[in-house]
């Protein structure tokens, strides 16, 4: 019996080599959602003051922003697969800097919702080629190539905040907006000069449907898809509760809080530097579980900081090695998705995505049920999504123990 999620596949033949891949420019387009979302939360009080609007309204763009980009890479991800992924790469960075420069001239706040749920619809169809393309072209190897690129796309969460806060110093919220369209026309002119195509040629073209169906029947993949979507929950978990636990439970400052927020930012650029060195070796399996051990060992520090009240330096540490350690999970469990369909790469990259972004929205509510006004109901309920994601690899492990191993020297 073959492990369905280390059986042997061959790379597509692509008329272009490693090398010749763009990675810092497929990191600039991976980063758009991560700009979109950071950049603009120093400026949803001014916002909403502008548009004469309760905050909790304009917090919604949020939400519907990450519904347009969900939904949006199921749509793209099929297309790109059909027609290829640089036609899709440059639609979408056309259609973001459109809406994006459109933002900047909103007059009301229904049109500002609208105008993001395009943003982030549209946005979708650029991102969700990013992953299909680095698998076209490494191959087996797409948890090397995706670490490389994580580790430039990463350094877009960590100043995104201090970007936003630059342009409000400078000038009014809707500077932010507009400068989200000036950096997505700049990849849109560097995309058409040096962005190639990476779709294989040949392979069996399904149905927009067809798609999701040969991924969601591929046997042993669920237990990785179900993997990826607890860890997902469980970083945002933390995405959503560190400002409470940083400002408001141990009373740290706005700037010590962001630069407390860029150690764990650093620590997933550490993660993804030390999977590249390891992974080949290694393979992404084994780095997966080394990542999981870690991040279950980290959330069990920080519940413990928190039940024995040790103080903040304690879950400091606690969260920047969890945060690492789900870095490295993240690269590992796409790749073995991924690297499973040459020929739906996009596809599978789309359902990747969009199971992540949708689990992720369940983080606000679950943890507004749990609250108590201390950190340890998140310490809790980052040990049961971490603790939950491990049993199904331990599952995968049982399975598929007598799984025939490939001949690689690149496992994954």
């Known amino acids: 019996m073959n492990d369905p999620a280390t059986s042997p596949t061959t790379p597509p033949t692509t008329p272009i080599e490693r090398r010749a891949l763009p990675l810092p420019l497929l990191a600039g387009i991976a980063a758009l959602a991560a700009l979109a979302i950071d950049m603009y939360l120093p400026a949803l009080p001014q916002i909403a003051k502008d548009f004469d609007v309760d905050i909790s309204l304009v917090q919604n763009s949020l939400s519907i922003f990450l519904v347009g980009f969900g939904g949006g890479m199921l749509l ?192 997933l650029i550490l993660a993804n530097y030390l999977n590249l060195r390891l992974v080949s070796r290694l393979g992404a399996r084994r780095m997966l579980h080394l990542g999981q051990a870690l991040a279950i060992t980290s959330a069990l520090a920080m519940t413990l900081a928190s039940w024995f009240e040790l103080g903040l330096w304690p879950t400091v540490v606690a969260f920047v090695g969890m945060v690492g350690a789900l870095g490295i999970c993240s690269v590992n469990v796409d790749a073995l998705v991924v690297v499973q369909f040459p020929h739906q790469a996009s596809s599978a990259s789309a359902v990747t995505g969009t199971l992540r972004f949708g689990i992720g929205s369940l983080a606000g509510p679950l943890l507004a049920w749990l609250h108590n006004d201390t950190p340890l109901p998140i310490g809790f309920l980052l040990l049961g999504t971490l603790g939950f994601a491990a049993l199904l690899q331990l599952l995968h492990w049982y399975l598929y123990r007598n799984a025939v191993k490939p001949q690689s020297p690149n496992p994954t």
């Open 76 to 267: 793209f991800g099929p297309l790109s697969d059909r027609h290829g992924r640089r036609p899709l790469a440059l639609f979408g960075l056309s259609g973001f800097a459109l809406s994006s420069l459109l933002l900047t001239f909103s007059p009301s706040a229904e049109l500002f919702l609208a105008l993001r749920l395009f943003q982030g619809l549209l946005g979708s169809a650029a991102t969700v080629t990013v992953p299909a393309m680095v698998r076209d072209v490494y191959g087996k190897d797409a948890a090397k190539g995706m670490s490389a690129m994580m580790m430039i796309m990463l350094l877009a969460p960590l100043l995104a905040p201090s970007l936003g806060s630059l342009v409000l110093y400078l000038g009014p919220w809707r500077g932010i907006f507009g400068a989200l369209g000036v950096y997505a026309l700049l990849l849109l002119l560097l995309a058409w000069r040096l962005l190639p195509e990476t779709r294989p040629s040949g392979g069996e073209q399904r149905s927009f449907l067809g798609n999701y169906r040969l991924i969601l029947s591929k046997r042993g993949i669920h237990l990785d898809l179900l993997s990826g979507m607890s860890m997902s929950l469980s970083f945002f978990t933390y995405i959503t509760s560190v400002s409470f636990i940083y400002i408001t439970y141990y009373g740290v400052g706005e700037t010590r809080f962001s630069l407390l927020f860029a150690c764990s930012a650093s620590a």
